[in-house]
């Protein structure tokens, strides 16, 4: 089993949907959770990066962490087809737990159509 | 451009060769980190290293890789003999500190013929 479980998709929605992406993970020493982005060829983009459990809102973009059901979410609102790429998840332990080593889902690939 | 900025962005080599691959830091960030993403495949962690130390290579193939971080230049991951398996995108990020975000490179795509 993978520490860190993320459905691939492809996930395709309208123009101005809100889109829910998700992650599930099993190692309960992770703290902190991240959001990245990455399109085609490129390199991932920090999006969201936040600290236990709660709520993180920035712009169109919330993410969840449920420490007690090891599920994160990321919520796009109005999506635009900008929007259109591969959101991976991203977590570490805490300073003594890890470090800075993130371990990725593999990513969920995310198509807004005109 | 002050990020963190990785070349070549494409590298071809023929199985046996050495492949170089150089990754330098956002400005004033001293830790940085290599990734290594298959496809289909999430990124994987392989190397972390400050200046002129590896703190963790717990990621790293035993055998034919290495990393380093001069006291001046850019961080070298270097992989030698090369296989056609080590065909990938290689990602280097970089942070501030231990406990800051990482934010990565656009990546050198390594392909083995």
């Known amino acids: 089993q993978k520490e860190v479980e993320q459905d691939p998709g492809p996930l395709s929605v309208p123009e101005g949907a809100i889109v829910s992406l998700n992650c599930t993970y099993s190692?309960?020493?992770?703290?902190?959770f991240m959001w990245y982005r990455q399109y085609s060829r490129k390199g991932p983009e920090l999006l969201m990066y936040t600290y236990s459990s709660g709520n993180k809102e920035d712009g169109r973009f919330t993410a969840q962490v449920d420490k007690s059901s090891k599920y994160i979410s990321l919520f796009i609102r109005d999506s635009q087809p900008s929007d259109s790429a591969t959101y991976l998840c991203?977590?570490?332990?805490?300073?003594?737990?890890?470090?800075?080593?993130?371990?990725f889902g593999t990513g969920t690939q995310l198509k807004v159509e005109l | 451009n002050a990020g963190v900025m990785q070349n070549p962005r494409h590298l071809v080599r023929r199985r046996g060769q050495e492949a170089r691959l150089r990754c330098s830091p956002m400005?004033?960030?001293?830790?940085v980190y290599w990734y290594r993403q298959l496809p289909e495949e999430g990124l994987k962690f392989m190397v972390y290293?400050?200046?002129?130390?590896?703190?963790?290579e717990s990621g790293m193939p035993k055998e034919r890789f290495s990393a380093e971080f001069p006291k001046e230049g850019p961080s070298i991951l270097r992989i030698q003999q090369v296989v056609r398996g080590d065909s990938a995108a290689y990602f280097c990020?970089?942070?501030?500190?231990?406990?800051?975000?990482?934010?990565f490179g656009n990546g050198t795509r390594l392909t083995v013929t």
């Open positions: 991203a977590m570490r332990g805490g300073l003594t737990g890890g470090g800075n080593k993130l371990t």
């Open positions: 190692n309960s020493a992770f703290q902190y």
């Open positions: 290293l400050q200046k002129e130390n590896i703190i963790d």
């Open positions: 400005k004033g960030h001293s830790h």
């Open positions: 990020a970089s942070s501030h500190d231990s406990n800051s975000p990482l934010h």
